[in-house]
């Protein structure tokens, strides 16, 4: 995220909007973090998606998370 942050930093968006009169304040919460949005929702995304293979091996193998049992809980 930090790269794809300072790579957005030379798009000719931020150099137009330096023109403009925009600060750097204001580029930095309101034009980059929109712009570089994107590929932080794919991260996650695959992200969430590895975790739940990983989940559902480690079940298959029997060494994932167990059912909770309640004490007054008949079989």
């Not at 304040?25 to 973090?33: K, T």
């Not at 990983?54 to 008949?74: D, I, K, N, V, Y």
Request: glycine content about 8%.
């Amino acid at each position: 995220m930090r790269s794809r942050v300072l790579a957005e930093r030379e798009r000719d968006y931020v150099l137009a909007a330096r023109a403009c009169g925009a600060g750097d304040q204001r580029i930095m919460w309101l034009q980059r973090p929109s712009n570089a949005i994107a590929p932080l929702l794919i991260q996650i995304s695959l992200a969430m998606g590895f975790s739940v293979l990983a989940e559902s091996a480690l079940s298959f193998l029997g060494l994932g998370t167990q059912p909770r049992t309640h004490p007054g809980a008949r079989c």
